[in-house]
């Protein structure tokens, strides 16, 4: 079945410094693959997303590039900030299936803490 | 604009006793699904309807059972709780349009079982 792994945490930065949070899966077809954020005591937010080989997501400032030939999908920022502290997933889900069939797969996710 | 939309927000339940979730998609959106985050877990898939019919089934016990009603909101229905059943439960809505359904998820109700 479609899972994925991600860099277990938590990573801790000083703000102002470069992230990446690794994320590799295992599909079958061809997902979608999505990267979401929680903040503590809310709910999960989509924080960028990419549908096809080569595409990279971006928001806020954070990247991702669906690499098929390395089965990855990294999340990056160039600069963090404090109120980056938060728990990322990563998350996939098959593409083309209609009448409710799009149900996500998460890592384990990955609390990143960015201290001053 | 409207999000999802989930009550109650925070849940007590003792063992043994039953619990019913609510979920109210966004307007318009034709697809539920469900999903429970244990402790520390990452969310597991539980159910899903489209156009008011199960579409898809995970990792639900045989004591919990859900539907998707003609206003195209959401309840599960949880009975014989355990310990093991305190978590987060979120509820996702999202229009089907076949090849990319975004799923935007409310914001959970907070279950514990004494």
């Known amino acids: 079945g479609d899972s994925v792994t991600q860099m277990e945490g938590p990573v801790t930065l000083s703000e102002e410094a470069f992230l990446t949070i690794n994320c590799t899966y295992t599909?079958?077809?061809?997902?979608?693959l999505f990267w979401y954020v929680q903040y503590p005591g809310e709910g999960l937010q989509l924080l960028l997303k990419?549908?096809?080989?080569?595409d990279k997501g971006s928001n806020k400032g954070f990247e991702a590039t669906y690499r098929k030939e390395t089965t990855s999908f990294h999340l990056e920022k160039g600069s963090v900030q404090v109120s980056d502290s938060a728990v990322y997933f990563c998350?996939?889900?098959?593409?083309?299936?209609?009448?409710?069939?799009?149900?996500?797969?998460f890592g384990t996710g990955t609390q990143l803490k960015v201290e001053l | 604009a409207a999000g999802v939309i989930q009550s109650p927000r925070h849940l007590i339940k003792e063992k043994r006793e039953t619990a019913t979730l609510k979920c109210y998609p966004i307007?318009?959106?034709?697809?539920v699904y469900w999903y429970q985050q244990g402790p520390g877990q990452d969310p597991q898939f539980l159910i899903s309807?489209?156009?008011?019919?199960?579409?898809d089934k995970g990792s639900i016990p045989d004591r919990f059972s859900a539907q998707q009603f003609s206003d195209y909101h959401s309840e599960l229905n949880m009975s014989s709780l355990e310990l093991g059943d305190s978590a987060l439960y979120f509820c996702?809505?999202?229009?089907?349009?076949?090849?990319?359904?975004?799923?935007?998820f409310g914001p959970g109700t907070r279950l514990t079982v004494l």
């Open positions: 996702a809505s999202s229009l089907d349009r076949g090849s990319y359904n975004e799923q935007f």
């Open positions: 599909a079958t077809g061809y997902p979608s």
């Open positions: 990419a549908t096809k080989a080569d």
């Open positions: 998350a996939l889900s098959d593409r083309g299936i209609t009448g409710g069939g799009n149900k996500l797969t």
């Open positions: 307007p318009r959106h034709d697809t």
């Open positions: 309807f489209y156009e008011k019919m199960q579409s």
